[in-house]
């Protein structure tokens, strides 16, 4: 999966997609190393300014100028739904927001729901953003298109 760089830098209206308060964004992105540190955390501000914890999973060595905690692809890969739970019990409390801005199937805003925590998703690809719709329907979760 990768992820649409361009999109994800255009010049958005903050009134498109803006979040006053996230809690906990959570994500696993391949390929956000390709993109120069300070972009990222600009990228992901434009979302919402006020980030309490960032966990991003990845490979490479990010250094970012922003509120976030590293894991490698591995970490996340061994047992996903184990990995979240934990941190998401460790760093936030119930109702409080979990974000995740390139969420795929959804695997975050499952297990944020399932523990009784709000999750707001964002995906761009129009296929897994029905599939991600359909698995999140029973739940009181919010799911919007980058598109
Ligand atoms: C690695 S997958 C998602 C994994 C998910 N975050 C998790 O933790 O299980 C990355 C997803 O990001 C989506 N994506 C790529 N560029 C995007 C963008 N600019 N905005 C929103 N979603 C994007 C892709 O379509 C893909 O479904």
Same mark, same amino acid.
């Given at each position: #999966? ?9 010049? !958005? ?21 390709? #993109?120069?540190?300070?972009? &990222? ?5 434009r ?16 250094d ?20 979240? !739970?934990?941190?998401i019990?460790?760093?936030?409390? #119930? ?19 399932? #523990? ?7 995906? &761009?690809?129009p ?9 999140l ?11």
């Open positions: #999966m990768s992820i649409d760089w361009n999109l994800f830098n255009r010049d !958005m209206r903050e009134e498109d997609i803006y979040i006053p308060e996230v809690d906990l964004l959570i994500t696993d992105t391949p390929n956000l190393p390709q #993109m120069p540190p300070d972009e &990222i955390a600009k990228g992901l501000n979302y919402s300014r006020f980030i309490k914890y960032a966990i991003i999973c990845c490979d490479d060595k990010l970012l100028n922003f509120p976030y905690i590293q894991f490698s692809h591995a970490t996340y890969g061994k047992n996903p739904k184990r990995f979240i !739970m934990r941190n019990s460790r760093l936030t409390r #119930m109702g409080e927001i979990v974000f995740d801005p390139f969420c795929g199937y959804s695997t975050v805003g499952i297990c944020a729901l399932e #523990m009784g925590r709000r999750y707001i998703g964002i995906e &761009i690809d296929e897994i953003y029905q599939i991600s719709e359909k698995n329907r029973e739940k009181d979760g919010a799911l919007l298109t980058a598109n």
